[in-house]
């Protein structure tokens, strides 16, 4: 999805529309002049297609007119470059003083599934949640230092390390008394009664590594599946 968003961004560029990656939630500032802002909406990997959220702002000075204008302009340009658009109505955003238009652009048989959607190799569910960036998992679990057996009351500490492209944001995942399930081809693993600890984010040239921490009161784990 990385190339998706880079694709976007890029052909936006290349018509003049100067365009950039979402705002983190909450930190956007009043604005002083026109910006376009570009984020995955979302995928069907089922359908081999993707949704990117084009948002246009312009300070309320400008009026809504020329934020509709420069939205429809946006959309001709993410219709050249393959997308199919639905152009939301113009809304006024009070802590930004500025008015904003939605678009959105569906590219469909532009998804490569990951490895582990096509094998139901190395899947990582939390929750209710997929997570479907996820590079790496590993969980351990105290021993006693004499024998090397596990403490039966010990608590299982697991990471779990995702990695973003350019405009992707993570998933939201419940904070506290969830289930962690690994899946593979070989057997399926579960952690229960787990909740964070900590949480780590890393901004790379080619965009965001999270890792986040928690504990997990018990581990299960079932054979073949």
Not at 4 to 16: C, E, F, P, Q, S
Not at 117 to 142: I, P
Request: charged residues 20%; aromatic residues 8%; contains cysteine.
């Amino acid at each position: 999805m990385m190339n998706l968003i880079i694709k976007v961004l890029n052909g936006l560029d290349a018509a003049g529309i100067i365009a950039d990656t979402a705002y983190p939630g909450g930190t956007m500032p009043n604005i002083t002049e026109p910006q376009v802002t570009v984020s995955l909406e979302g995928v069907e990997y089922t359908a081999r297609s993707a949704t990117v959220l084009v948002t246009v702002m312009v300070p309320a000075a400008m009026g809504g007119g020329e934020c509709e204008s420069m939205a429809i302009r946006v959309a001709g340009e993410l219709e050249k470059l393959g997308g199919v658009c639905v152009q939301e109505a113009c809304r006024f955003n009070g802590y930004a003083d500025a008015f904003y238009v939605r678009v959105l652009a569906t590219y469909r048989g532009s998804v490569v599934l990951p490895t582990w959607a096509e094998s139901k190799d190395f899947k990582v569910t939390v929750g209710a949640t997929e997570l479907s960036n996820v590079v790496s998992f590993r969980a351990e679990q105290v021993v006693d230092a004499v024998t090397g057996t596990p403490l039966s009351t010990a608590v299982w500490t697991f990471r779990i390390e995702e990695e973003y492209g350019r405009g992707e944001v993570p998933v939201l995942v419940p904070s506290e008394n969830f289930d962690v399930t690994i899946s593979r081809s070989l057997g399926l693993e579960t952690y229960t009664d787990c909740s964070w600890i900590a949480c780590q984010v890393e901004n790379t040239a080619t965009g965001m590594r999270q890792i986040r921490k928690g504990i997990a009161k018990s581990r299960t784990e079932i054979g073949i599946i």
